[in-house]
């Protein structure tokens, strides 16, 4: 093979195979995926997100949270991430749909946030972990995202609002067809 | 090496073998993007829904600026004219305000009331 | 190391004919590289002192980090390896470039492009997707400078006298057309129309295994073969052989994706086929191992390899690429894989590959280019010895320690990593990466003139 053309071509066939193969396919598997109710008649789910949350995740992007925090749950057999309380079920495709960048990350410094939401109390207690820093935790804190009255008392900033509505509405807590397959 | 050279065409070898890679790659992209784009059916039930709310949207609005500048009858009976028209005709005769109250007290707007008080008991 | 000294005193036709896009490419690609250590050594600093830096939006550990990434791959490695596959293919199809302005203008517009990509992501415009994360204006005007910068090579491959092809070229061509078409088609599919749902994961993973083995990996594989060959002066092993392990790797490498998204919530099939390809990567990695080390291995010519500046660096490169390969296969089984999955374990991996293999061979390749391409020396051996050691220190201690705690995070449900190895390992790279620019640009700034030129 000592055309050109010919190696540009082979290497087009290798790369049109894979982009055929996985990503064609995955979209007829996946393109179509639908909200769906968790039994018959019931709501739909994934719930729509708030429009709060939809600006909260692009303070997420911004400041690059997705480097240290996944969104994803593996299945029992594969890692301890039920074990270790993140959700009581694994995520599953259906849970992504509504959103515009799916965050799945690919590295833990902190905690998977897939489910945070159902696991915090109170927007307080969000504030609380961004606003100070947790002993023993790298996770530095977001002293800009507040601002200090001449009380003394902190006041979130626009972002810090957005940002916390946006994690509580990170759940899995609901089921889904085929999450009661995954289990 | 000479720069008299007038035959030299527009486009010499070398850029014209790399105009050529371009045209390969272009078509490479090309061909992968629109078999994506074909098996990308945008037409999801949450977007045709989203598109059919938009579009009861602005139908819902277009007919509520209608009442306002247009006249016409309303489904009970009644007229409504544009809100300019009644401003100039208030304006040029105010003893008309006096009377529209007293049909608005009269038979016809306490009908409603007995329903509305059921309604909420 | 002397022998890196042996350089012709005179600049070939050749090498003039490219001297000035292929100064152009080293000279940002060694301003990036140093940029992305200052930048790794603030990332590392920030895993050891977390409130480091922290009262600025400008400066969260997501933003420096998506930076110092975005600045090591496309400023630092994808300018070096233009220069690379640009002398390297020239040298080899003996090619004389004509409109040098091109590649010129091509990798101005590339690293003006980056800049202000980078501006964003430090004014905090970012995407989710790693090496995608600068806004979406960006990428197109990356492709169509490299498009520009760094498609001479086929050119060159093209307009080549005689019918002679070596595998070097193979790689440099496979590399170049990979490059556009991934680029632009995960924008396509994760920015501009948007694929719905967790698919964008698996977009985003084969763009990125494409970008790093191919692009990144076939490259620097080109100039293994090239230097290897070259430097031992002896013909490759098993050459025969080169021929399928090209085309195994580029057909396998693309389908590898998936197998870095295991567990993740996309069809189990895919996540199987990602796990097969994988293994199938042995073929390759076999064949690349038999020619590079079945070349040098004979004859004593590792011990050889270790006394020439080049071959040192190079050698590093190839074993690490065999190492990491290795490793991604062994890594993709689906039980050591949940073990090792999102922990330190799979940076080092990266690492691996990106640095180990693919920087060490380019430093590799430009102590053999800069002197041709200058008619300059090296200006200080001392450099050359401090880069080395300095560079394969730090990039040792990254690799071991990242292995080590990732491994040692299984089965925790704590996040404790111990930042201090990693932070002098950053610090020694830092260290190396000064002394490699500063020799370098002595070269670039030297006169061409024989009376200039310090004697050794």
């Given amino acids: 093979m000592k055309n050109l053309n010919l190696i540009l071509a082979g290497v087009f066939f290798t790369l049109a195979a894979s982009f055929g193969g996985l990503l064609l396919s995955g ?157 | 090496m000479s720069d008299s050279n007038n035959s030299r065409p527009v486009v010499s070898g070398q850029v014209a073998s790399w105009l050529g890679v371009i045209a390969f790659v272009a078509v490479a992209i090309a061909v992968i993007a629109y078999a994506y784009l074909a098996f990308r059916t945008t037409d999801g039930v949450d977007a045709n829904r989203r598109i059919a709310e938009k579009a009861l949207r602005a139908d819902l609005e277009s007919k509520a600026k209608g009442k306002l ?44 009331a007995p329903v509305f008080t059921n309604g909420t008991k | 190391m002397s022998q890196a000294y042996s350089s012709r005193g005179s600049v070939s036709r050749i090498d003039a004919s490219i001297s000035v896009p292929v100064r152009l490419f080293i000279f940002s690609s060694l301003v990036w590289l140093l940029v992305a250590s200052v930048l790794g050594v603030i990332v590392a600093l920030k895993l050891q002192v977390p409130s480091f830096m922290g009262e600025c939006p400008w400066f969260t550990y997501g933003r420096i980090e998506t930076l110092q990434r975005n600045a090591f ?234 006394n020439n500046t080049t071959l040192r660096f190079v050698l590093v490169g190839a074993v690490s690429f065999t190492l990491a390969a290795l490793l991604n296969v062994v890594s993709s089984t689906r039980s050591l894989n949940a073990l090792v999955r999102f922990t330190e374990f799979a940076q080092a991996q990266e690492h691996l590959t990106v640095y180990s293999f693919v920087s060490m061979v380019i430093f590799g390749a430009a102590y053999y280019i800069l002197p041709r391409l200058t008619g300059a020396f090296w200006p200080s051996a001392k450099l050359v010895y401090l880069h080395f050691w300095s560079c394969a220190a730090g990039s040792l201690l990254l690799v071991v320690t990242g292995l080590t705690q990732g491994w040692a995070a299984h089965g925790r449900t704590d996040f404790a990593v111990s930042a201090a190895p990693g932070l002098l390992a950053a610090v020694l790279l830092l260290v190396g990466h000064f002394a490699f620019a500063l020799n370098a640009l002595g070269m670039l700034t030297a006169e061409n003139a024989p009376s200039n030129r310090r004697a050794y």
């Fill in chain 2, 69 to 112: 500048t247009d006249s016409g009858r309303n489904a009970d009976g009644t007229y409504h004219i544009p809100l300019d028209t009644a401003v100039a005709l208030i304006a040029a005769k105010p003893e008309i305000l006096a009377q529209l109250r007293q049909s608005n007290e009269g038979p016809g707007a306490t009908a409603p």
């Fill in chain 3, 73 to 306: 791959i496309y400023g630092w490695a994808s300018n070096a390896l233009f220069a690379l596959n640009l002398w390297i293919m020239s040298s080899l199809a003996r090619f004389e470039l004509k409109s040098s302005w091109l590649p010129v203008l091509g990798g101005a517009v590339w690293n003006l492009t980056l800049t202000y990509g980078l501006v964003q992501v430090l004014l905090g415009q970012l995407n989710g997707f790693a090496l995608l994360e600068m806004p979406k204006e960006v990428a197109p005007a990356l492709v169509v400078a490299f498009v520009f910068a760094a498609l001479w090579p086929a050119v060159a491959f093209a307009r080549r006298p005689t019918g002679n092809v070596f595998v070097s070229q193979w790689y440099i061509i496979g590399a170049t057309f990979v490059f556009p078409v991934i680029t632009v088609v995960a924008q396509l599919m994760l920015l501009w129309c948007p694929t719905l749902g967790v698919m964008q994961a698996l977009v985003h993973s084969w763009f990125y295994q494409n970008l790093i083995l191919l692009w990144l990996g076939g490259s620097a594989l080109s100039a293994v073969y090239y230097f290897i060959a070259k430097e031992s002066g002896r013909t490759i092993s098993a050459y025969y052989l080169a021929t399928v392990g090209f085309w195994t790797y580029f057909l396998f490498a693309s389908w590898t994706g998936p197998a870095t998204l295991l567990g993740s919530p996309i069809p189990v099939w895919v996540q199987s086929v990602g796990v097969i390809a994988s293994l199938m990567m042995l073929v390759p990695i076999v064949i690349t191992a038999v020619n590079f080390f079945g070349t040098l291995a004979p004859r004593n010519g590792i011990a050889q390899s270790w």
């Fill in chain 1, 27 to 183: 979209q007829v598997q996946l393109g179509q995926l639908n909200r769906a109710p968790a039994e018959e008649g019931g709501p739909l789910f994934p719930p729509k997100e708030p429009g709060l949350a939809i600006q909260g995740r692009q303070v997420y992007l911004s400041l690059g949270c997705v480097t240290c925090h996944t969104q994803q749950v593996r299945p029992a057999g594969q890692g301890n991430d039920i074990a270790r309380g993140w959700a009581q079920r694994p995520s599953v495709a259906r849970d992504y749909i509504l959103q515009s960048q799916v965050l799945l990350g690919n590295r833990r410094l902190g905690p998977d946030l897939v489910n945070y939401g159902a696991r915090v109390k109170s927007d307080d207690e969000v504030h609380a972990h961004l606003r100070t820093s947790m002993p023993g935790s790298v996770m530095p804190a977001y002293g800009f995202l507040y601002t200090q009255s001449k009380d003394g008392s902190f006041r979130p900033t626009e972002d810090a609002v957005a940002l916390v509505a946006y994690l509580k509405s990170l759940k899995i807590d609901y089921s889904s067809p085929e999450a009661k397959q995954k289990q």
